[in-house]
């Protein structure tokens, strides 16, 4: 199983960036996928997740009504709107596969191989 996490970049306080993770080698359904990131010198973080279904979706607080997880089964692909992106928000993004719906990372079977995200103010 491969993913592919794409679509970072360097954006001003305020703007919005669409991640995307593209999975090959597994179909999505009956996967549930997740969203962490990464900011330097700190340890990896749940942002997102939501069921093989498309429901389900939870949010860590800091990014509730900003950023909106969605899947495309047909398309075996993951994305991550973020809007209001913000300095704090900085980090290498992480999108994860796996049969779990907990937040913690060791929990998630598969793993992208990350995209940086810069928030500069």
């Known amino acids: 199983v491969q993913l592919q996490a794409f679509g970072g970049g360097l954006v001003l306080a305020g703007g919005s960036l669409r991640l995307s993770c593209a999975v090959s080698?597994?179909?999505?359904?009956?996967?549930?996928m997740a969203w962490f990131r990464q900011a330097p010198g700190k340890e990896r973080k749940f942002v997102a997740r939501?069921?093989?279904?498309?429901?389900?979706?939870v949010y860590t607080d800091s990014v509730k009504g900003r950023f909106t997880i969605s899947r495309d089964n047909a398309k075996n692909t993951l994305y991550l709107q973020m809007n209001s992106l913000e300095p704090e928000d900085t980090a290498v993004y992480y999108c994860?596969?796996?049969?779990?719906?907990?937040?913690?990372?060791?929990?998630?079977?598969?793993w992208g191989q990350g995209t940086q995200v810069t928030v500069s103010s």
């Open positions: 994860a596969l796996g049969r779990s719906m907990v937040t913690n990372p060791p929990a998630w079977d598969y």
């Open positions: 080698g597994r179909t999505l359904s009956r996967y549930n």
């Open positions: 939501l069921s093989w279904t498309g429901g389900n979706t």
